[in-house]
């Protein structure tokens, strides 16, 4: 469905990334870890056009794209068919929880407002915040303000999805209720692609796991394999620090 | 006090504070309402980095905030005649306000603009909406809530500002102060009467500035 290629992204003399390849399918969930500053989020940004990478080559259902030449029009038509839930949600300030999800469809798609209304309380209410609709961000906990973020994300129907480190910023008792709301959705056979931390979650939900160092995909497989007997020196040290820290 | 200073000084009120409702009033609105669109705009050419015009913004700015207001009114009102462009007091007056009034607003306004998270920016690129959309519906309206106390203050301090207007033959409240003061000669009294009706006016602002901003956070 998702092919990317050969992607590469300097930012001066810092080679971010270095030659990613990456296959997402429908249906997929793919957990993608690895050390802080190995690229992770410039990979989700550049398959969203949010940062142009140098190079690289994108094939979309069917139609290729040179990801550093794109028209604007390209972009929007591949920004209709993803969405992005970041690290620190990035909700819009002045907009409710229902409005934060129905701005997009409302303004950008021209969608009436009843109708997009009625698909954002759908949203929120599979999020679990339909009885927050009206609330404004600053009135929810982290927890609450990324599942609204999440529901954002659901409501323009796209074919997959990005996460960028979604629990990163929550405080320890709230990752778990956003971390099962993306459970839920992959049980439903969203297409998603989550940047994570969290080991046990991406063992649980992945159908394909990859490990990034330095700018590049050093191992990547199933996530029994992966976890239990990890081929690459970097991904064994890895695993075993998060091991050392779970055990403390 | 004796009798003649309070019927020059009960006579004077109403005649000073009736020229502020005919002239420092509409000077103040006026200028403000032109001097806030220009900002906007200046504004917004610099926070979307258009090119040339941000360059034209960032000099017009340079200059306004580098002068003194009292000069340019002189520039406009004194000044321009001599190279065959005659502007009557009051227009002079206005131009040369709303241009001060833009340049130092814009800089409020455009750091207003740079204060709210640029995250939101890139979470309405992703649900489809474009730049001018974005900047419409979330972030200038958030920009202008943080705005809006410092903006008060420009308000009030041009309201006080437009008294350099007399420098330029306009009639405004200082003005008519001065007038009477050199026909009466009590000119203590009839400053502190003029100083005392500025007051009053910027009072009157400052409480609707309250209530605004109440009616603001409530939102
Ligand atoms: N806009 C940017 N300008 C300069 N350097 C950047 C920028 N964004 C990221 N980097 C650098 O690129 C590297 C990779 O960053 P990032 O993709 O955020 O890594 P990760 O998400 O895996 O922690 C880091 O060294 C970071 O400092
Ligand atoms: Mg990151």
New binding site residues.
Partial sequence: MLEIKNVQKS?DD?K?LDGIDLTVEKKDVICIL?P???????LLRCMNYLTKADAGEMIFDGESFDMNHISKNDIARIRRKTAFVFQNYNLFRNKTALENVTEGLIIARKMPKKEAEEIGMKALTKVGMADRFNYYPHQLSGGQQQRVGIARAIATDPEVILFDEPTSALDPELIGEVLSVIKELAKDGMTMVIVTHEMNFARNVSTKVIFMDRGKIVEEGNPDDFFTSPKNERTQQFLNSFKNRMEG | MNERLMDILISSFGEIFMQGIKITIPLTIISFTLGLILALFTAIVQVANIRILKSLARFYVWIIRGTPLIVQLFVIFYGLPSLGIILDAFPAAILVFSINTGAYASETIRAAIESVPKGQLEAGYCVGMSYVQTMRRIILPQALKTAFPPLSNSLIGLVKDTSLAASITITEMFQVSQRIAARTYETFALYCEVALIYLIFCTVLTKLQTICEKKLQIE
């Fill in positions: 930012f810092l971010v690895g802080s500053g190995s690229g992770k989020t410039t």
